[in-house]
């Protein structure tokens, strides 16, 4: 419980100062960090680095040795490599979703996001070399590695396809890291409640938004939370889930399914301004928009 706490005190002063720091000189401008959301609004993407510089010192509080170090570097590289993605994209050469990038691997050409691809990829799964503890034979501390490097980049993908309605991400990375609490990694929920509470507010407000920086690297400290604590059946299941939940959002729109389930609108729309309900043409076109998620 200490821990926890002390790495959600952790996690919001870092991501706090970061933010006061990058409001003061945002680096190469702020017009290079505006976006336009859902409602064709200018929003800021200085909430990302922020938020992925306070996980990374959130997850270094949370504990000490292989386990926190392997934390912080899956989080810390999801983030680097999703921030590159945000900042060099060429919106008008703009390969859309995982299988387009992947696509375009087999190509031969390498996209902003082939390169986030193969980068958390590696991150992750160095990553999951350094955290995995070694339980058994070779054989099936290989196969340790590879599932938790697949569940952290998996995860970290994820979060990044929820980004897209305001505190969505957030909300979810919350609720998926509640449950490992009272696992041997509990403690770096605290990172996700002191960073989260601190983004939240601009967030909510449609002010900032995470960008691919910050909800990859929400997503793999989340992931890793899972893939260093949980058991190995528990870990199998999840790494399942999220493949299946990646796939799916290449066919199906995650809004139009949640704007669909009552009570996942209710948890969605929680906290956030209200709808235009004169705006349907802009509803509609939103909805569109999750079909070309990113990777």
């Known amino acids: 419980m200490r821990a926890g706490l002390g790495a959600a005190a952790v996690a919001a002063a870092v991501t706090a100062g970061v933010r006061r720091v990058l409001?003061?000189?945002?680096?190469?401008?702020?017009?290079?960090?505006?976006?336009?959301?859902?409602?064709?609004?200018?929003?800021?993407m200085l909430e990302g680095p922020a938020v992925a510089a306070g996980l990374v010192a959130g997850a270094l509080a949370a504990g000490s040795g292989r386990t926190a170090s392997a934390t912080a570097l899956a989080t810390a590289g999801a983030g680097a490599f999703g921030l590159v993605d945000d900042l060099a994209e060429d919106a008008s050469t703009r390969t859309k979703g995982l299988r387009g990038h992947l696509g375009a691997l087999a190509q031969g050409r390498l996209t902003t996001g082939g390169l986030k691809v193969l980068g958390i990829g590696t991150t992750s799964l160095v990553a999951a070399a350094v955290g995995t503890r070694r339980t058994g034979g070779a054989v099936g501390h290989v196969a340790d590695v590879a599932?938790?490097?697949?569940?952290?980049?998996?995860?970290?993908?994820?979060?990044?396809?929820?980004?897209?309605?305001?505190?969505?991400?957030?909300?979810?990375?919350?609720?998926?890291?509640?449950?490992?609490?009272?696992?041997?990694?509990?403690?770096?929920?605290?990172?996700?409640?002191?960073?989260?509470?601190?983004?939240?507010?601009?967030?909510?407000?449609?002010?900032?938004?995470l960008g691919d920086g910050g909800a990859n690297a929400l997503?793999?400290?989340?992931?890793?939370?899972?893939?260093?604590?949980?058991?190995?059946?528990?870990?199998?299941?999840?790494?399942?889930?999220?493949?299946?939940?990646?796939?799916?959002?290449?066919?199906?729109?995650?809004?139009?399914?949640?704007?669909?389930?009552?009570?996942?609108?209710?948890?969605?729309?929680?906290?956030?301004?209200?709808?235009?309900?004169?705006?349907?043409?802009?509803?509609?076109?939103?909805?569109?928009?999750?079909?070309d998620a990113r990777a």
């Open 23 to 44: 409001d003061t000189d945002p680096p190469g401008g702020a017009a290079r960090w505006t976006r336009t959301n859902h409602r064709g609004e200018p929003v800021s």
């Open 147 to 209: 599932v938790n490097g697949a569940l952290v980049a998996g995860t970290a993908n994820l979060l990044n396809l929820l980004d897209l309605r305001p505190g969505r991400a957030l909300k979810a990375a919350a609720l998926l890291s509640a449950p490992a609490a009272c696992g041997a990694t509990g403690a770096t929920t605290g990172a996700v409640a002191g960073a989260g509470a601190v983004a939240a507010t601009g967030d909510l407000a449609e002010r900032d938004m």
């Open 219 to 291: 997503g793999a400290l989340v992931g890793s939370q899972w893939a260093f604590g949980a058991p190995r059946p528990v870990r199998v299941a999840a790494l399942a889930a999220v493949v299946g939940l990646t796939l799916a959002s290449e066919r199906v729109s995650f809004s139009a399914v949640i704007d669909a389930t009552p009570w996942l609108r209710r948890v969605d729309r929680l906290g956030r301004r209200p709808a235009e309900a004169a705006a349907p043409d802009l509803a509609d076109a939103a909805r569109a928009s999750d079909e």
